[in-house]
């Protein structure tokens, strides 16, 4: 099974990009899921704060949420191990697993006993709604100076994002 890691920062196109791979890969008959670290986190949004999961995404909450999970709960990796066990079950129903919300170098180098892809997404553009404490928060931040991306793509339009994907694809034998 191959894993695509899809990372960068809030409204950089990751589940755009995310979206457009599935799309290449199912036109080649592959079956693909998309996931997300980040599902635990909006499962309990829902839960307590009664998030009905639609946008705006109550980010604040999210953030600190997870960073609760991650530093308070005694467990670094919850959300690491809760994706290897999601993994573990993927492996015997899909071909290729993408993860459209990568945030964190743990995140990335967690998998690296799976055949992955790590791709970067940037977006010049500057297109936040966060306030500076959103912007500021290790999720957006943490990945600045990782430079072990597999591939950083930038988002300026969908087609040509979506031919750099089906590039990146076709190199690594999966097109």
Request: glycine share 4%; hydrophobic share 35%.
């Amino acid at each position: 099974m191959l894993v695509i890691l899809i990372a960068g920062k809030a409204r950089s196109g990751k589940t755009l990009a995310a979206r457009m791979t599935k799309e290449l890969l199912e036109e080649k008959k592959q079956k693909v899921v998309i996931t997300e670290y980040s599902k635990y986190i909006k499962m309990f949004a829902k839960e307590l704060i009664g998030w009905d999961g639609s946008e705006p995404k109550p980010r604040k909450f999210l953030q600190d949420f997870g960073s609760y999970v991650r530093h308070e709960s005694h467990n670094p990796n919850y959300f690491i191990e809760r994706m290897q066990q999601d993994l573990e079950i993927y492996e015997h129903l899909v071909d290729v697993v993408i993860i459209s919300d990568v945030r964190l170098k743990e995140e990335i180098t967690a998998l690296s006993h799976y055949k992955t892809i790590s791709i970067h997404v940037l977006n010049d553009q500057n297109v936040y709604d966060l306030t500076e404490e959103e912007k500021n928060h290790e999720t957006e931040i943490a990945l600045e100076n990782y430079s072990n991306f597999d591939y950083s793509i930038k988002n300026k339009n969908e087609l040509e994002m979506k031919e750099i994907l089906k590039e990146i694809l076709k190199k690594e034998g999966s097109l």
